[in-house]
């Protein structure tokens, strides 16, 4: 089992480019979740998805879209990437009531 | 409003020295403590889930343990091989499907 995968692994953009990072599970779990990791700020949740064809907006949803593509598919968009974006970007996966398991992060900047 | 602080923010330790570290947390209702320990440069990995006061679990030369207010993540004779970032979180009864993380404590253990 490959568990969460995410790519890209690293990317730069310039401000207003757009990019969709994505991220896929083999543990057939739920839900879904993104985050975004910044010195000193901690995880902080930016969508999450509790089950196919749902989703809802974390501690800090502004400037991204997601979309649930399937029960092992779960997409972030950029669609103006902005230099506030810059930061890295965890994807997760639980079967809802117990831990999550993460991806290996993508390494977002914008420049 | 749910909060979960971590201390130290950074601790040395030299090879053998025992210590612990704290993560205090402020729940409407708790569903779940959770750690996790974080390499540099890779996703959070998931070591343990408490859930009621008294609880304890144990890995190797870590052990947590879970009060109505904190929990501690005891670490025994560590080695150079567990200097990592550990994270704590919770789940609460008000967002059941959600994580709330800390900022979580460095740990660098010298030979």
């Known amino acids: 089992n490959a568990g969460v995968t995410q790519t890209p692994k690293f990317q730069v953009l310039k401000t207003g480019q757009s990019m969709t990072l994505q991220c896929a599970q083999d543990?057939?779990?739920?839900?879904m979740y993104w985050y975004r990791q910044d010195p000193g700020m901690g995880l902080r949740l930016i969508y999450y998805?509790?089950?196919?064809?749902?989703?809802d907006k974390g501690e800090v949803p502004n400037g991204y879209n997601v979309s649930r593509l399937n029960k092992r598919e779960f997409s972030l968009r950029l669609e103006s990437a902005a230099p506030s974006q810059t930061s890295v970007y965890f994807c997760?996966?639980?079967?809802?009531?117990?831990?999550?398991?993460f991806g290996p992060g993508t390494r977002l900047t914008v420049l | 409003e749910d909060q979960v602080t971590q201390s130290p923010e950074a601790l040395r330790l030299q090879e053998g020295e025992s210590s612990s570290l704290n993560c205090s947390y402020t729940?409407?209702?708790?569903?779940?403590l959770f750690w996790y320990r974080q390499d540099p440069g890779k996703g959070p990995e998931f070591l343990f889930t408490?859930?009621?006061a008294g609880e304890e679990k144990e890995k190797e030369r870590l052990k947590a343990t879970l009060t109505k207010k904190e929990s501690f993540l005891h670490i025994t004779a560590p080695k150079p091989e567990d200097s990592a970032t550990y994270l704590c979180a919770v789940r609460t009864s008000s967002n059941t499907g959600k994580l709330i993380f800390g900022q979580g404590t460095t740990l660098q253990v010298k030979p």
């Open positions: 729940v409407s209702g708790l569903r779940g």
């Open positions: 543990m057939n779990h739920n839900s």
């Open positions: 997760a996966s639980s079967d809802g009531n117990g831990e999550q398991f």
């Open positions: 408490l859930y009621s």
């Open positions: 998805s509790a089950s196919e064809g749902t989703t």
